[in-house]
């Protein structure tokens, strides 16, 4: 079981669409698609969101062009192992991380978040858990696995390289693919399920005045230049967490 398979477990979204198994005609011999949870036929379209909620799809955007060329070079690896250039783009794509990603995942969680969670639980859109969970700590938690994952996956190659014995070597770079595999599905749901599900409940629940005020405190927290203080301080996340490796850090074949 991988990752995304593991999540799904206690996924709020996917369990949402398990309740109405008649009304859906899911079983669990029929389990919704994660990428076709119901609902997900009336996203808004980017046009007609704030924009605010288009620039994290913008965000979004660019990620996927790095996570594209990352798998395309996780291929390669598998057919040539590490050269050169594969390093290369190794680094480039654990930079975006750190740079991008990070700090975007931080800008979602400081405003927005913890705004449209209140709306879903006033809405009842939340499991009945105590506190009540909604598709938000879902979210959360996939931005604290992708911390997670990136160390792992940047350890395992970083240890790959270093290893002079041909087979173990191979063996823990058969690992860091296979595990940067699911990181790349991983990101690819989780950009799917904000775009089309999450940023849709933004634009409804969420008023115009409140979508300009996060979008404004966004703006003047980038200008003060705390958005260096995240990826300086937390990589996008709450204190304390740490995906384990240094901005400097490069893999060497
Ligand atoms: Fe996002």
């Given at each position: 079981m991988n990752l995304v398979q593991l999540r799904k477990k206690n996924d709020p979204i996917v369990r949402n669409a398990e309740k109405d198994v008649d009304d859906e005609g899911f079983s669990p011999m029929n389990p919704p698609d994660p990428y076709r949870?119901?609902?997900?036929?009336q996203a808004i379209p980017y046009a007609e969101m704030h924009p605010l909620l288009r620039e994290y799809r913008d965000d979004h955007d660019a990620l996927t062009v790095e996570i594209d060329a990352f798998e395309a070079m996780l291929t390669k690896i598998k057919a040539d192992g590490v050269q050169r250039e594969t390093e290369t783009a190794l680094s480039r794509f654990f930079r975006c991380l750190d740079e991008s990603l990070f700090p975007h995942n931080r800008r979602e969680e400081r405003r927005l978040f913890p705004l449209l969670a209140q709306r879903l639980v006033e809405r009842g859109?939340?499991?009945?858990?105590?506190p009540p969970t909604t598709a938000v700590d879902l979210l959360e938690d996939e931005h604290d696995e992708f911390l997670q994952l990136a160390a792992l996956v940047f350890n395992f190659f970083g240890m790959a390289s270093r290893l002079r014995d041909a087979e173990s070597r191979s063996l823990v770079l058969a690992t860091a693919v296979q595990q940067a595999e699911v990181l790349v599905e991983s990101l690819r749901l989780h950009i799917f399920r904000e775009d089309q599900i999450v940023f849709s409940l933004a634009q409804k629940y969420l008023s115009a005045a409140e979508l300009d005020a996060i979008h404004a405190m966004d703006a003047s927290h980038a200008r003060d230049g705390h958005a260096s203080d995240d990826h300086d301080h937390d990589h996008g996340h709450?204190?304390?967490?740490?995906?384990?490796?240094?901005?400097?850090d490069h893999v060497e074949a």
């Open positions: 949870p119901p609902g997900s036929n859109e939340c499991n009945k858990t105590s709450r204190p304390g967490h740490d995906h384990g490796h240094k901005h400097d």
